[in-house]
């Protein structure tokens, strides 16, 4: 009884919570933390209420774009699906889901839960939700102040896998990842998904790069001489086409492949799941392009170096401008001066709290820098204003989480942009 009220006030006052941020502008995960402060066993006391198969999609990069991907193929196959595929993805953020869901979720409007878990809170969120499901991206050098080194993210992987009761679907070309769900207890059953041919294992940013093992093979991507895209499944291939251009968005593409390959029934084919998949919306952030006017913006989310560093290498088309933003939350700069930026001849704009940083480093690497404006809104305001009743033009920007909120939230106030 006491459980019951205490979940019954969570919710409410949870919701309570979430109103009022909403009217002040933060209201995405406020409800979850009162939700928590009021009941700590909320999400799994809401567990016993989520009557279908959840999803789990881990990983350093390429979680939400993967979420959006899994998502697409499951929603198109007919599954109506509760997710935080815009929303955070730890404790609190699952818990807000539930508060702001909970209606819909007591109507059973649900048949599947996919939540892409930061991985410092995997293992937890594993035991208060036991997902039928999980999906394991890559295991990459990440914020190291936070993570520390690879294998400790690694383990944290590991120790959420116990909790996974049907299926696990890992990257079998990170020799981390396969090492780690080689124990899996019998009950769960283990597939891969990887680079097959003409893609060097060494461009995919990961810790521990290793071949693809033919006996584990799942789904598989591969490339042509004239530079298409295919997954293949068994005897089964497919042109792949994702929204987003670069062979890490691809790769998240037959991810996500290869867990509808065990997620959704056997009466969808591969063709059909790649039909669907090529429908898919980019993530926001993950080659989003906003436009105003004649002037495209093209939107490009960074958050450590693998990221940065496959983003760079998927840019093949001249942008009119390209400009980069840093800022304050990022600790450790250190990581700048490792990038690859051989992809970039000038860079018209660096911005942002640490834009000293980021100008040094280009300079480092003799990339031309033009201007400095740690106010990254006032560098998209002027672009606006110069280009938007010019001829056609594209200003390609690549910007941390902080400075991609600021600039969407600029082109919010002036247009219909999704949040």
Known sequence: MKTELAFFLARVIGGLAARVGSWVGNGSVIGGRIALMVMPTFIARARRDLDFPIVFV??????????KYVTQLAESAGETVL????????????????????RAIRRGAYSLGVFEVDEGYAAMLGRELSPEFAL?????????????????????FRNAFPYVTQHLVVNGNDGLLVDASSNVDDGTSVSFFGVDSGIPVSTLGLAEPRP?????????????????????????????SVPT????????????????????????????H????????????RGETITSGNAKFEIILFKNRPSLQLNLNAQKDAADTVVIAFDEHSRDPSWLFAVDYSALS?????????????ELALKYADVEV???????????????????DAPPSVHRLFLDAKQMTAVRGYFGRKMDVKK
Do not use: C
Request: hydrophobic fraction near 40%; charge should be negative.
């Open 346 to 358: 000038r860079v018209d704009v660096v911005s942002g709290e640490k834009a000293d940083f980021f």
């Open 245 to 272: 251009t670069g062979v890490h968005f691809a790769l998240n593409g037959v991810a996500a492949l290869e867990m509808a390959r065990h997620l959704i029934d056997d009466r969808t084919s591969l063709a059909q």
């Open 58 to 67: 881990l990983g350093s990069n390429g979680k939400t774009t993967t979420s």
């Open 83 to 102: 997710t935080n595929v815009a929303g955070s993805n730890m404790r609190s953020g699952i818990a807000a889901l539930a508060v702001g869901s909970w």
């Open 136 to 156: 394991v991206l890559n295991v990459q050098i990440d914020q190291i102040y936070r993570l520390h080194e690879p294998e400790r993210v690694r383990d944290m």
């Open 212 to 240: 693809m093992e033919p006996t584990r093979l799942g789904t598989a991507l591969s490339v042509t001489t004239d530079h298409t895209y295919v997954a293949t499944q068994g005897n089964e291939s497919t042109v792949l």
């Open 370 to 388: 033009g201007a400095s404006n740690t106010n990254i809104v006032e560098v998209v305001s002027e672009l606006d204003t110069r280009y938007r």
């Open 274 to 285: 790649g039909e669907h998949l090529s429908h898919a919306q980019p993530a926001f952030g």
